[in-house]
């Protein structure tokens, strides 16, 4: 057991749930609540594997994917910002959907076999850092260096340029927004659709990158679900939000191997001998989220930071109010 | 009132009316998508049916799967009036669980009828606890219950995963190579009585009659009251003198509960045996979230949850038939599910439009009130 190796995979692990965090970071940006992520994702996940499986083409597997998911989250746009309703239920009848969609569409898929995969690559002079090298830019899959950009493109799109501003003032004050000639409506479509396609690229990076194959629920995991947790632990942050994912993906890998080895610091693995203390372990990503609400929403008291004042609510034109 | 009786009864037929026309339209959907499979979907719908209500033991089988829908359902309409949304039914259920079968298993030299009902009281205290934790957490750490549920809900199968493969395995399947996850059976004695001759047991009629209770708690006695304000306005509700949070616990306390009962019934009369497969809906065959599917259809109302209920058990049933039929994976259920919500969930802003018109014209008689600044939810026919 190897620490830069868990590391390493841990950051392959952390960027599924990067992509999804940062895509859900969206859509609430603009007041829109969406809790069909695990849906999405594996919607996503389907899509991507059965799609390279049909072309070869594992870039035309992401694309695909991307627009899958996409076009599903649309589904809960129309609901919920056209039609104005709850965005809760909207959000938990878009898991069942995409749940159901892709059961049925994945069916059989388990067994497809193995597909090209996306290309992994160290880059040339950053490999050669000590240890940040090892982990972060040695062998990894495209899609990992592709969230290491998306990252800080997020946090620059949201707090310095004109389209993160009018997302924010969508977000915040449609009323306002709506009177200055935004278009909510259409601003909170096209970042639903964005959070869709992240979700989507998320199940992609599963299927194609970090665990490929198509093990139906189980692909994701309940991972959705995580990554609509850390949005509030990153207090609606695209820095935080990568920091949260990255040490999510490294506790998901830790509890992966630490079950491994006989002897673990010097001592014998009592995971090892006891193969069902293992559960307990199994459970920690979950705890550690809950542990992670707890933090977020105190801190979130505390520095009165907080949600998108707008967050779940429809927008009605013309109505006192937000 | 100005308007006349006759389009005001119309209005409500309407309004009642919605959720069918809601399912028919997710039906129709799923004809479209059964279409895309290249099965027929007649032929599809027709076995479904038959699979469900098609001789007497089918129908046993569809009140059977309706009885964990319904219990859990219960707990929905407790929390979701409460403004608590509760997606924790499939970890209440194993918990719940977890709590009946351990005192099944312990107090095996008890009467029967005692051991049964102490193990339901286990099942409703097991669920309350795992509902009771994120409801203190939402009340006096401002946590997101949706996602703490979710969270527990995962937790609660490792748990149970534990348990049944270390200290609640079933001692014969201890000494075996094999070791499959399971508690030991229960004794002949425990098990929840048959109705008629068929699966059909006790405890769907113990749901039924939990779900009058359910009315009674909600809409006649003062916690139900409270729930509902708080649901319906903590502002105003803290400002009235209701303890919020007390209530906001007390509202996911009992979702928990009822879901936790729902598992105790589900080994008591159905498996005889808790057993697992690694994931939650190996034991709960997913009814912690369809029954919220059920308590949405059924307007979060415990009397209509009863229908509702009855009806995503068939489609349960019918699903297995179908797959059989026209060979489509039964997971198709799940997104018919889905989208039974989608369109409840998108009907809903024709019943407030026409609700806002009966507003505005009862707001012109009596004087200056501006309707749109009612919230919607206030008005709302408490029966």
Not at chain 1, 90 to 108: K, N, P, Q, R
Not at chain 1, 254 to 274: A, E, R, S, V
Not at chain 2, 79 to 100: H, L, P, Y
């Amino acid at each position: 057991m190897d620490a830069i190796i868990i590391l390493q995979a841990g950051v392959a692990t952390g960027t599924v749930l990067l992509f999804a965090t940062i895509g859900e970071l969206f859509a609430e940006r603009s007041g829109v609540l969406n809790l069909g992520v695990e849906g999405m994702m594996l919607i996503g996940a389907m899509t991507a594997f059965s799609i390279t499986i049909a072309t070869g083409n594992p870039w035309i597997g992401v694309c695909m994917a991307m627009l899958a998911a996409g076009l599903l989250s649309q589904i809960h746009a129309f609901i919920t910002i056209t039609l104005l309703a709850d965005q809760v239920v909207s959000g938990l009848a878009l898991t069942f959907v995409g749940t159901g969609i892709s059961l049925v569409l994945g069916e059989g898929l388990s067994k497809a076999g193995t597909v090209a995969l996306l290309p992994s690559f160290s880059i040339p002079v950053l490999a050669q850092i000590p240890l940040l090298g090892a982990i972060f830019f040695t062998k990894q899959s495209i899609l990992v260096y592709i969230g290491y950009l998306l990252t800080p493109l997020a946090w620059y799109y949201i707090n310095r340029t004109r389209g993160g501003l009018h997302l924010r003032a969508v977000g915040e004050y449609p009323a306002a927004a709506d009177a200055l000639g935004l278009n909510v409506f259409r601003t909170r479509y096209f970042y639903v659709f964005v959070g869709g396609m992240l979700a989507g690229l998320a199940g992609a990076t599963i299927s194609l990158a970090v665990a490929p194959g198509w093990f139906s629920e189980l692909t994701t995991g309940g991972q959705g679900w995580i990554a609509v947790g850390l949005v509030i632990f990153a207090q609606w942050d695209p820095l935080r939000a990568a920091g949260g994912s990255y040490i999510f993906g490294a506790l998901r890998r830790l509890i992966l191997d630490i079950q491994g080895p006989t002897i673990l610091l010097g001592f014998k693995n009592p995971f090892y001998y006891n193969p069902y203390w293992g559960f307990f372990l199994q459970m920690l990503p979950y705890a550690f989220t809950v542990l992670v609400l707890v933090i977020g929403s105190r801190e979130a008291i505390r520095k009165r930071l907080g949600a998108p004042a707008a967050l779940g609510e429809p927008y009605i034109r013309g109505e006192r109010g937000l | 009132m100005k308007f006349s009786s006759h389009s005001e009864w119309f209005a409500r037929l309407i309004d009642a009316l919605l959720p069918v026309f809601a399912a028919l339209a997710a039906l129709a959907v799923g004809a479209v998508m059964l279409l895309l499979l290249k099965a027929d979907p007649l032929e599809a719908y027709r076995a479904l049916l038959e699979g469900a209500f098609g001789s007497t033991n089918a129908f046993a089988e569809t009140l059977v799967k309706a009885t964990p829908l319904l219990l859990v359902g219960l707990g929905i309409c407790i929390s979701f009036r409460g403004d608590v949304i509760n997606i924790g039914g499939e970890g209440q259920m194993i918990v719940g669980a977890i709590f009946a079968t351990w005192v099944g298993l312990t107090f095996t030299d008890w009467p029967g009828w005692l051991v049964i009902s102490l193990s339901m009281l286990a099942g409703f205290l097991g669920g309350a606890i795992w509902g009771g934790i994120p409801g203190y957490l939402k009340a006096y750490l401002n946590v997101n219950e949706i996602l703490s549920t979710v969270m527990m809900n995962a937790i609660a199968v490792q748990l149970m995963n534990f348990l049944l493969r270390g200290p609640m395995i079933d001692p014969s399947q201890a000494q075996l190579a094999s070791k499959i996850p399971q508690t030991a059976r229960l004794l002949e004695l425990f098990r929840l009585p048959r109705l008629v001759p068929t699966r059909l047991h006790l405890g769907a009629l113990i749901a039924v009659v939990l779900a009058i209770l359910v009315y009674y708690l909600l809409w006649r006695t003062i916690w139900g009251y409270r729930i509902r304000a708080v649901g319906q306005n903590p502002h105003a509700s803290r400002y009235a003198g209701i303890k919020v949070q007390h209530y906001v616990v007390l509202a996911l306390l009992l979702g928990g509960a009822f879901s936790g009962l729902a598992g105790a019934v589900q080994v008591f009369g159905v498996n005889y045996r808790m057993i697992t497969d690694g994931s939650a809906s190996g034991f709960t065959g997913s009814a912690g979230f369809n029954g919220i599917v059920a308590a949405l259809f059924g307007q979060l109302h415990p009397i209509w949850s009863i229908p509702a209920s009855i009806l995503f058990g068939a489609l349960l049933v019918g699903a297995n038939s179908m797959q059989r039929a026209v060979q489509v994976p039964s997971a198709l259920v799940t997104a018919l599910n889905g989208l039974v919500v989608v369109f409840v969930v998108s009907s809903e802003i024709w019943r407030r439009r026409r609700q806002r018109h009966r507003l505005s014209l009862a707001a012109e008689m009596t004087g200056p009130s501006d309707p749109n600044n009612l919230p919607i939810q206030a008005v709302q026919t408490d029966e």
